[in-house]
């Protein structure tokens, strides 16, 4: 029996959006020539139609996941990605290798290549964590954009020679360059990471044929990674707060503002605390409230809302003598032995042998692999939206369009036009060109994000391969031929009253269906309400106390929220897809985190 | 107190099979490993034999039932008929129906109405023999010391069952080395009941234990007059990976006067799961313990009692996944690196 996904060419563009589509640059737009190959949808990254700006992140993405795979590691199966858009939503295909010759020619490369990295990981890692410092200092040196009505007197006295102007341009490409060169560090040793990680994986799905996913990573995961530090910052926040005996201020529903200032009220006590606020924001409040791919994934420096909301139940549990602290030693104790008990069961000592050199490498590899995504997908991908917003700022106060945030719905290629507009007309002295030329096609592409959020897309297109053998697509997006023949007979299968996801942390939970698009809505939800979301992600952990279980519709079971649910003793289900158009708000659900089930009770 | 002819739980190791049965030494290795068994005594091959030996002062027995030919079935349904009847009827010599009777006592000094399991416990050790039509006669909720010595010779009967005759007669087994145990056992009011087993059945996984439990007695589980609930859970980590909530419709429950019948599962409780997340934790904890006690795989019956406290019934060593040899999943490699290459060599 033949199976196949509806072929590219048969995709229609939502009527009406046609120029809003033909925004995105022309190497993204599907052609004629696609219909040969299986392209999926990328929900797992991009679960909502793209801005027109924020798919430089695919773009800079690939190119980085591409060079890595094919050019710089070389995997032996594998090249890079390929990426296309219609709308709104990013489409990839993996250039997998089959001919042996290459295959060997390539394994050849990658011995040498790969095994260096392995065998050096420690210090390579180290040294990547200095360059990602290094990258953030220079973002955060970019300077403040400035078009002075004159230039400024000490630097033409400085004998400076170059405008004010130029430097917008100049910024604006180094802005981009940053971000294109970060992720370049984001894949560096992301595939190698994951690599080593699932090679243990495997073996103990072997050995352990009904092991679940995160019995394994509890054996792999690590205490001390980043992720972890927004979320103990809070906590010690809370401590300080008793410590200093402020905490009054701090009620549930009080805006941060009017919380601020009361501390403020509170004298030089009030004042420490902030300077411990301070303190902690920088860095560790730069994590996103998602998975940081699209510029309204605002972070919590950003946003205070969201820290802010779970101090007040922190400081009641300091005030009732919890301490807050993450037991890590006995967590790291409670990892040690539990590795012990399963290396006790396996049946040979070669196996014991075996996975003793298999749990090494993946233990060498995890800081990273839990590491890299504060560097990379919270810390620096913040400051360049904020960057970005900046130039929103600029633009929209010479009436380029109304908001700062309408910048988004310009790609990265015409937001450099926009720029060199800009940069003209205060050099001419002339008005520019942008206040006629964008708020009509920023208006269209509006309407168009509108169009496509309520338009359905098939879960992938093109005929389906025999096979997939290519890990980057098995690793990051656990996209396999079984998977495939689950989403064809889901295609077939219409409505049933079940939805499965990864099991991302056990137990079993019924309650009321809480839809939080975003992180506004997160005030809706009851203490007891399960919370049903397009992401989970660890910087929302503080809510995690209030509610019952969590549902999303991407994560899988590398991802953070299952490490983190599994701490709060939260069931969850990840990565169902479709959780949030299938669940209705209000709706009782049961969810039963250990076996990646949720059913719709009514 | 334990005699040549009585021997209680707690007195008993599998290193007594040979008197006490498979069933009896397990469950006294259990009872003195600390497992919350049921109380009971074995009553001994040695009284089986001291009965044996009254019945042949009234007539020769084994001699004729090792001169019957297996292949004459009229013969050994013949002999069968007259043999159960007279282990049946014969009275058992004094001193066996006085230790009986004392034993009983002492099982049921509160109450001597209590209900009791009444079961064969074979003395050979070998499974394939062991499951032979005969060997594993269960007499559930037994009342009474007379209705516990009737259960007794039933089980000491079986062995003169036309299967049981015919299998010896065709195996060539001598009569003189054929014995039977009796367990004789508080019996568990199960609210719910079942098997466990901590290996998987169906893959061989030694990390996970399979849970299968319905409403009421356990016989009806294990007998496969309904279909249990199942359970698997992390036997290290606890987490409960697979639940199937069966439609249980019917259970097994005791009769006033004594056994038991099936009854209609009450339609409130067919579809609603038998055990608890803390008793799916409870089990582990207990199969753990059983599992470490003997150093291999275990297969086990338990029950939780109307108040909810958890008894274990029965105790074998899984025979199956551990009788094949278990392969490497993996080799050592030299280079422990090139072990990433099942990941990123391709299928080969």
Not at chain 1, 472 to 490: F, K, Q, Y
Not at chain 2, 3 to 10: C, E, K, M, T
Request: glycine fraction near 8%; charge should be negative; aromatic fraction near 10%.
């Amino acid at each position: 029996m033949s199976k196949a996904f509806p072929l590219p060419s048969s995709l229609k563009v939502v009527p009406g959006t046609e120029r809003a589509q033909a925004a995105y640059p022309y190497y993204m737009q599907f052609g004629p020539e696609d219909d040969q190959r299986f392209w999926f949808y990328n929900s797992m990254h991009f679960p909502e139609p793209m801005h027109a700006f924020d798919s430089v992140t695919g773009e800079a993405a690939y190119c980085a996941l591409g060079a890595a795979n094919t050019r710089v590691h070389c995997l032996p199966t594998t090249k890079g990605i390929d990426e296309r858009i219609i709308n709104g939503r990013v489409y990839i295909g993996g250039i997998g290798v089959t001919d042996p010759a290459e295959i060997k020619e390539r394994t050849d490369e990658f011995v040498q290549r790969a095994f260096y990295y392995y065998e050096n990981w420690e210090k390579l890692y180290a040294d990547w964590k200095l360059k990602m410092r290094t990258l953030i200092e220079d973002a955060q040196k970019l300077p403040p954009l400035d078009l002075p009505k004159y230039e400024p007197l000490e630097n033409v006295r400085a004998g400076r020679g170059i405008a004010s102007n130029h430097w917008l341009l100049d910024t604006y490409q180094k802005t981009l360059e940053g971000y294109f060169r970060m992720w370049h560090h984001h894949f560096e040793f992301l595939l190698l990471g994951y690599g080593a990680y699932l090679t243990f994986f495997g073996f103990c799905k072997k050995a352990f044929p009904e092991i679940s996913d995160q019995s394994i990573a509890r054996m792999v995961a690590g205490m001390e990674a980043e992720i972890f530090r927004p979320d103990e910052e809070l906590r010690r926040l809370a401590r300080v707060a008793v410590q200093l005996g402020v905490e009054s201020p701090f009620q549930e529903g009080v805006p941060v503002q009017t919380v601020l200032e009361s501390l403020k009220d509170l004298g030089a006590q009030g004042q420490k605390w902030l300077d411990e606020l301070e303190t902690s924001r920088n860095p560790w409040f730069n994590v996103n409230v998602g998975d940081g791919f699209y510029h309204y994934h605002r972070s919590w420096n950003d946003d205070l809302s969201l820290p802010f909301s779970a101090l007040p139940s922190y400081i009641r549990q300091v005030k009732a003598g919890d301490s807050l602290e993450r037991p890590v030693n006995q967590l790291l104790e409670e990892r040690v032995q539990l590795i012990a008990d399963y290396r006790e069961l396996l049946g040979t000592d070669q196996d014991r042998a075996a996975f003793d050199q298999m749990i090494a490498l993946a233990h060498r590899v995890f800081p990273y692999v839990e590491g890299h995504k504060f560097y990379c997908e919270h810390w620096y991908t913040n400051l360049f939206f904020n960057k970005i917003r900046e130039f929103g700022r600029l633009l929209a106060g010479h009436g380029f369009f109304a908001k700062e945030e309408d910048v988004f719905h310009l790609t990265h290629y015409e937001l450099k036009s926009a720029i060199v507009d800009l940069m003209q007309s205060w050099s001419a002295g002339s008005p520019p060109r942008g206040p006629a030329h964008w708020p009509a096609l920023v208006a269209e592409r509006k309407a168009a994000i509108q169009a496509w959020a309520k338009h359905d897309t098939p879960p992938a297109l093109g005929p389906v391969p025999e096979i997939i053998d290519d890990p980057a697509i098995v690793m990051l997006w656990g996209i396999t031929r079984e998977s495939l023949d689950a989403w064809l007979s889901a295609e077939s299968a219409g409505e049933t009253k079940e939805l499965k996801g990864f099991a991302a942390s056990r137990g079993v939970v019924e309650g009321t269906a809480r839809i939080v698009k975003s992180v506004d809505e997160i005030s809706r939800l009851r203490d007891g309400d399960i919370l049903v979301c397009q992401v989970t992600n660890p910087t929302w952990s503080p809510i995690f106390r209030k509610i019952a279980a969590a549902v999303s519709d991407i994560g899988g079971s590398m991802s953070h929220a299952a490490i983190v649910a599994r701490e709060y003793g939260l069931p969850a289900v990840v990565g169902t897809g479709t959780a949030t158009r299938r669940i209705r708000d209000g709706q009782r659900i049961r969810v039963d985190g250990g076996r990646g089930i949720v059913t719709l009770l009514d | 107190m334990t005699s040549d002819l009585i021997g209680w739980f707690a007195d008993l190791t599998l290193a007594d099979r040979p008197s006490v049965g498979g069933k009896g030494g397990s469950l006294g290795e259990l009872t003195r490993a600390g497992i919350a068994v049921p109380g009971g005594f074995v009553v001994r091959t040695a009284a089986f034999e001291a009965f044996i030996g009254e019945l042949e002062r009234s007539g020769s027995l084994r001699a004729r039932v090792e001169a019957l030919a297996a292949e004459d079935l009229d013969a050994i349904t013949a002999l069968s008929s007259e043999l159960v009847a007279r282990v049946q009827q014969v009275p058992l010599p004094d001193v066996l129906r006085a230790a009986l009777a004392e034993a009983h006592g002492k099982l049921c000094a509160v109450d001597a109405g209590s209900p009791l399991a009444v079961r064969s416990s074979a003395t050979t050790e070998d499974a394939e023999d062991a499951s032979f039509a005969g060997l594993q006669d269960t007499y559930l909720w037994v009342m009474g010391s007379a209705e516990v010595e009737r259960q007794v010779r039933s089980c000491w009967a079986s062995l003169y069952s036309v299967p049981s005759i015919s299998y010896r007669r065709r195996q060539g087994l001598p009569e003189a080395g054929v014995a039977m145990a009796v367990v004789v056992q508080r019996m568990v009011d199960a609210r719910c009941a079942g098997v466990m087993f901590t290996r998987s059945p169906t893959s061989g996984d030694r990390s996970v234990i399979v849970i299968e439990g319905a409403w009421g007695l356990g016989s009806a589980v294990v007998s496969g007059e309904v279909t249990p609930d199942r359970f698997v859970m992390g036997k290290i980590t606890g987490e409960i990976t697979v639940r199937e909530i069966r439609d249980k419709h019917v259970r097994h429950v005791p009769l006033a006067g004594g056994g038991t019948a099936e009854q209609e599962t009450p339609a409130e409780l067919r579809e609603v799961p038998c055990l608890s997340d803390e008793q799916l934790q409870q089990l582990r904890d207990v199969a753990r313990r059983i599992e470490k006690h003997y150093g291999r795989p275990q297969d086990i019956e338990w029950a939780f009692d109307q108040e909810g406290t958890l008894r274990i019934l029965q105790s074998r060593p899984e025979t199956v996944w551990s009788a094949r040899e278990a392969a490497p999943v993996a080799a050592v490699k030299d280079n422990p690196l090139h072990h990433v290459m099942s990941i990123f060599g391709g299928r080969n």
